[in-house]
């Protein structure tokens, strides 16, 4: 007896925001084909003009990538991330921007009722499971590693002054990004994709859907961050993911 894949409902939203910066150098993607999806958060770095250049040039080459169909699961994602990385570095010779032009990128591929997911920075991914965490990527950075060595908690990663610190990124000598096994989704699971602009005005509690809608949820995500007493508010964006 042959037993397929069972098929879920996938609800999203995307959004971004420029916060209280004169440019926005975030990047979000959200693609389909039919059972299959691609969602990408990028967070450049280097300022305008090479920030937003090299976050947008990750998610031509995901979406490019994506829709060719040429592979498919972690092939899919080791081939778009060397892709990303040879195309950031080709623009930075064509600008003389060598070591300028960085971006951060966290990418989740769902085919059916499959997960796998590749990050490379500070843009984290999280995934809840019956309202509750369940998993969140590992941040490529000073506070991270302070934080696994015991010598900060995790609630003050994102008020540290290190905290912008990356190890790696796309676009440096440091291209190691990092693949997760493939996961089975089910009804109830929800994803969460951001930038560090998010992530580091809210909870583990905040950042929990607390609604059955993407789009709700995403907009109760945003108002957290727009509310915040910050005087410098970076770049945010987020994709929200529930399956039904």
Known sequence: ??????KLNIDYATGTHQGSRVQNEDRVLAISDGDDYCFVVADGLGGPGLGDVA????????ENDFSAKRLTGRAFLK?????????????????????QMKTTATVLLVEKNKAIWGHIGDSRLYLFKRGKLAFRTADHSVVQHLFETGKIKEEDIGNHGDRHSLLRALGTNRFDYELSQTRTLRSGDALLLCTDGLWEHLTTDNLKPQAYAADTWLNNLFEVVSSSQSDDLDNY?????IVE
């Open 1 to 6: 007896m042959l037993f397929l894949p069972k």
């Open 79 to 99: 081939h778009a991330f060397a892709e990303a990385q040879k195309e950031l570095l080709n623009t930075q010779i064509e600008k003389n921007a060598k070591n």
């Open 237 to 241: 964006s987020a994709i929200t993911i």
């Open 55 to 62: 976050a947008q040039i990750v998610v031509d080459v995901f």
